[in-house]
């Protein structure tokens, strides 16, 4: 089962011990009324994991996403098992508005977030 979302805003950030991919839907005023945040963390004890949160709901782990693909403003992500979390979904596609800000935050973020999971495709 594939879930599909669609973003006006993409944000690339980097804090101590993570990466991120920022998607959002923002309101009229710029509040957001749906995320999607991809994170990839570092732990000195433990190797690197990628998290999905939606909607303050978090999932992940060191084998969440089997491999990701990025063709123009279309990321298409396709998890290991499906997603009890998320109704049992094994692929979730997002699209995002084709924006110079949007467009510059995935080319810097897509690979330092994803890494080799990122096959195929074209950006």
Request: net charge negative.
């Amino acid at each position: 089962m594939t879930e599909s979302r669609q973003y006006d805003t993409v944000a690339f950030d980097v804090r101590d011990n993570a990466t991120m991919l920022f998607f959002a839907k923002t309101t009229e005023v710029g509040d957001i009324s749906d995320y999607l945040l991809l994170m990839r963390t570092v732990d000195e004890e433990f190797d690197e994991s990628i998290y999905i949160e939606i909607n303050e709901q978090q999932f992940g782990g060191h084998n969440l996403i089997r491999e990701a693909a990025l063709t123009s403003n279309v990321l298409t992500l396709r998890l290991r098992q499906p997603a009890e979390e998320l109704g049992g979904i094994s692929d979730i596609v997002l699209t995002w508005a084709e924006t110079t800000e949007n467009l510059d935050s995935i080319e810097l973020g897509a690979f330092r977030v994803l890494g080799d999971t990122l096959v195929g495709g074209n950006a």
